[in-house]
């Protein structure tokens, strides 16, 4: 069953890469593993996932230090989920990405806790394209002045932008929704950016700026309903949890 999803999603993602003359290298799938016993990680390790994602920090812990010793290969574990300020120091240095910076504040306790573990920790900064009342993430136009703030961190490296567009049943309605954040994202790495008004960077932003987005080259958008259009609007990664696992148990939540 899970080694069925697994062919279909690649085929689906090798087809969507096909359709816009995309290399299937460009686009990493993550696992959505969330609700999931380690039985079906495993699985789907022996499957060839590598890359993981979880919602809840206590979950991420919990699996990480019960798979990550048993895995030959090394796995990858993406925090996707809302992320609290006191539970940071808790996968600060287990997470290959956290994905849902969305606030300095935030930003703020992992350069805290990054530095006195001594690492360097990946974000994406977490962005409410769509504008929805439910969700987090911080709105379009401010995305930028918080990349410069969090951008002076030395213990945090911005590795792009991630986004959870509204639930549609059509996944051609969230097009526009991956559009727009592609544009914002190559307006960033091109710098052209409305800091004060007119369109522009300010030039003492130029070289620093410069510096931050040598590593910004990650798009996170696209889950099991609509990752295909996502992949065909420029996603680097796509978080598919229903299409490998299957329905989730939210009674196994804690």
């Given at each position: 069953?899970?080694?069925?999803?697994?062919?279909?999603?690649?085929?689906?993602?090798?087809?969507?890469?096909?359709?816009?003359?995309?290399?299937?290298?460009?686009?990493?799938?993550?696992?959505?593993?969330?609700?999931k016993p380690n039985e079906l990680l495993n699985?789907?390790?022996?499957?060839?996932?590598r890359h993981f994602g979880e919602n809840k920090?206590?979950?991420?812990?919990?699996?990480y230090e019960d798979l990550n010793h048993v895995?030959?290969?090394?796995?990858?574990?993406?925090?996707?989920?809302?992320?609290?300020?006191?539970?940071?120091?808790?996968?600060?240095?287990?997470?290959?990405?956290?994905?849902?910076?969305?606030?300095?504040?935030?930003?703020?306790?992992?350069?805290?806790?990054?530095?006195?573990?001594?690492?360097?920790?990946?974000?994406?900064?977490?962005?409410?394209?769509?504008?929805?009342?439910?969700?987090?993430?911080?709105?379009?136009?401010?995305?930028?002045?918080?990349?410069?703030?969090?951008?002076?961190?030395?213990?945090?490296?911005?590795?792009?932008?991630?986004?959870?567009?509204?639930?549609?049943?059509?996944?051609?309605?969230?097009?526009?929704?991956?559009?727009?954040?592609?544009?914002?994202?190559?307006?960033?790495?091109?710098?052209?950016?409305?800091?004060?008004?007119?369109?522009?960077?300010?030039?003492?932003?130029?070289?620093?700026?410069?510096?931050?987005?040598?590593?910004?080259?990650?798009?996170?958008?696209?889950?099991?309903?609509?990752?295909?259009?996502?992949?065909?609007?420029?996603?680097?990664?796509?978080?598919?949890?229903?299409?490998?696992?299957?329905?989730?148990?939210?009674?196994?939540?804690?």
């Amino acid at each position: 069953m899970m080694k069925d999803n697994i062919r279909n999603i690649e085929q689906r993602i090798q087809a969507a890469c096909d359709r816009v003359g995309r290399d299937r290298s460009e686009v990493t799938l993550i696992a959505v593993s969330k609700t999931k016993p380690n039985e079906l990680l495993n699985e789907a390790y022996s499957l060839g996932m590598r890359h993981f994602g979880e919602n809840k920090v206590q979950e991420l812990v919990q699996k990480y230090e019960d798979l990550n010793h048993v895995y030959s290969d090394k796995v990858y574990w993406h925090l996707i989920g809302h992320l609290q300020r006191n539970k940071v120091k808790y996968i600060i240095d287990k997470t290959v990405l956290i994905h849902s910076v969305d606030s300095l504040r935030l930003a703020e306790q992992i350069e805290e806790d990054a530095s006195k573990k001594d690492l360097i920790c990946d974000i994406l900064i977490e962005v409410n394209i769509a504008e929805e009342d439910s969700k987090f993430g911080v709105g379009e136009k401010d995305v930028f002045g918080l990349l410069m703030e969090i951008s002076k961190f030395p213990h945090i490296r911005i590795r792009g932008l991630m986004t959870v567009p509204p639930f549609v049943e059509n996944a051609e309605k969230n097009r526009e929704y991956f559009k727009k954040l592609r544009q914002l994202y190559v307006d960033i790495k091109s710098k052209n950016i409305d800091n004060n008004g007119n369109g522009n960077i300010l030039n003492e932003d130029v070289t620093h700026l410069s510096k931050v987005l040598e590593r910004f080259d990650v798009l996170s958008m696209g889950m099991t309903g609509d990752f295909e259009v996502a992949i065909e609007e420029g996603a680097t990664m796509v978080r598919v949890g229903t299409g490998i696992f299957g329905e989730r148990d939210y009674t196994q939540i804690q």
